[in-house]
């Protein structure tokens, strides 16, 4: 009967889960452009009634590389660890925090959308980031392939500083790099949840 009980006690063990995640795929409206998001890590920072959180999938993210991305730096940044290949980040600002935010779009309670300071970046694929000079001569590590940026239209967020649950449905948005500025919206459900990390470097984003 003892030497049933090692077994016994590792059959009862507890199922390591995996850590939580906001998943799901963009897809331009009227396009075969799309990109599946895993968003694994949010990085963020609050402070006089503001949040700001970099919200990615990037293996090797980190709070220095999200903050770099953001202040938006003189010189060349290597993307590596900030954006995904074929894939989306989020820079989510709210401007009215009191330690959480819970709140939806379209809301007829509301004068504008709590998303109008935020952002969702998507690089799709093929193609990688090769260091080349556009607009304004600025040179940096761009993606060779298309780039688009918007912000979410219909959505529900419930946030506090330990974590950030989302559902989002629709976004509008545009192709920054295109000669010709044309609104491009997007479709595609994200939904999920993700653990926050404090991030105080990010208070120097030009965002916040």
């Known amino acids: 009967m003892k030497k049933l009980l090692p077994l016994l006690l590792f059959g009862c063990a507890k199922e390591e889960l995996p850590p939580p995640s906001i998943t799901g795929t963009i897809t331009l409206q009227g396009e075969t452009h799309s990109a599946d998001v895993s968003w694994e890590q949010a990085f963020i920072h609050h402070s006089d009634g503001r949040m700001i959180a970099f919200v990615t999938g990037a293996e090797g993210a980190s709070c ?11 010189g060349p940044l290597d993307k590596t660890g900030i954006l995904e290949p074929n894939g989306c980040v989020m820079t989510l600002v709210i401007d009215e925090w009191d330690g959480g935010f819970t709140g939806s779009w379209p809301d007829e309670s509301l004068a504008y959308s709590p998303a109008l300071s935020s952002n969702i970046r998507c690089d799709f694929g093929p193609g990688e980031y090769v260091l080349e000079t556009r607009g304004g001569e600025y040179e940096d590590y761009y993606w060779s392939g298309l780039t688009w940026s918007g912000m979410p239209t219909v959505f529900k967020w419930t946030l506090d500083t330990d974590r950030l649950e989302m559902k989002m449905s629709s976004y509008d948005g545009s192709l920054p790099y295109e000669a010709e500025f044309e609104l491009i919206p997007a479709t595609g459900i994200l939904d999920g949840a993700v653990d926050t990390e404090r991030c105080d470097a990010l208070a120097e984003a030009p965002i916040f």
């Open 64 to 74: 220095e590389k999200a903050a770099a991305f953001l202040r938006d730096e003189d």
